[in-house]
């Protein structure tokens, strides 16, 4: 399996604070059968800012230290970036890294409470420039959750919408997985990621999330290709095929209004 928003790297963000922690983590990723992640630390969002530099450093570092622990995982880089005015511009001038540097995708994160005036404009101005935004756990987004059709939109738009397996196995709360489980059935979930941040709290696994969705799916193999296929196409930057999304349909409320 292939994990492609994961917070492993030490001491970058609000992830693992030393060494030890991270590889604690990259030892239960490889024992839940996760071969490749992507390393994603926070970039952009007033408090985190890691440039290129520092992240193909930690990188560099961390990958001899796997493989002075015989660790067969493969580190790619990438970043996690809130959505916010002149992104793309940010993007196109290298200050963002997009996953494994391909120019072709890059994680975007929305904050829980809203969806800030500008951000589809945003999206948009990425997707003009050859850049497909994938938007992080959508399902604990207050206005997603709320209003699917919003996703639906962006979907349409281009974007893919990855979503943490933590949620669909509950462990974020009721509101957060019963919203990704709609999200599932209706086709407007692409990527599982662990958007891990710890070996305890946020631990890097996959499988159980998998499993899971599997049976929403009713479809093993598209279970799987949102763990291999899909973050594969992403990492070689390449296009990503995903099924037609469904239209969410609209509560008796909505449909007066």
């Known amino acids: 399996m292939i994990d492609i928003h994961c917070h492993i790297l030490p001491g970058l963000d609000d992830g693992p604070l030393d060494i030890a922690e991270s590889i604690s983590m990259a030892k239960q990723a490889v024992a839940d059968g996760i071969h490749t992640l992507v390393a994603t630390p926070h970039t952009l969002n007033d408090k985190y800012l ?36 002149g992104l793309t511009e940010k993007v196109m001038e290298g200050e963002v890294y997009t996953i494994n540097n391909r120019m072709h995708h890059l994680l975007v994160e929305f904050p829980v409470h809203a969806i800030p005036e500008g951000s589809r404009d945003e999206l948009f101005k990425l997707r003009l420039n050859g850049i497909t935004p994938i938007i992080t756990h959508p399902e604990r987004n207050l206005i997603f959750q709320y209003n699917m059709d919003v996703l639906h939109d962006l979907i349409n738009m281009g974007c893919l919408i990855q979503v943490t397996a933590m949620s669909i196995t509950g462990d974020f709360g009721r509101e957060a997985m019963e919203s990704v489980h709609k999200m599932l059935q209706l086709r407007l979930a692409h990527i599982i990621a662990s958007d891990a941040h710890s070996s305890d709290r946020r631990p890097p696994i996959l499988s159980h999330a998998v499993e899971v969705a599997a049976t929403i799916l009713q479809n093993e193999s598209e279970a799987m290709a949102m763990v291999s296929d899909r973050p594969q196409a992403v990492i070689d930057g390449e296009d990503v095929v995903v099924p037609e999304a469904l239209k969410p349909k609209k509560r008796w409320w909505e449909v007066w209004a």
């Open 50 to 85: 890691n440039p290129h530099s520092r992240i193909n450093k930690a990188i560099e570092q961390f990958q001899s230290v796997l493989s002075e622990e015989q660790l067969g995982l493969k580190i790619c880089p990438g970043s996690d970036v809130h959505v916010c005015s």
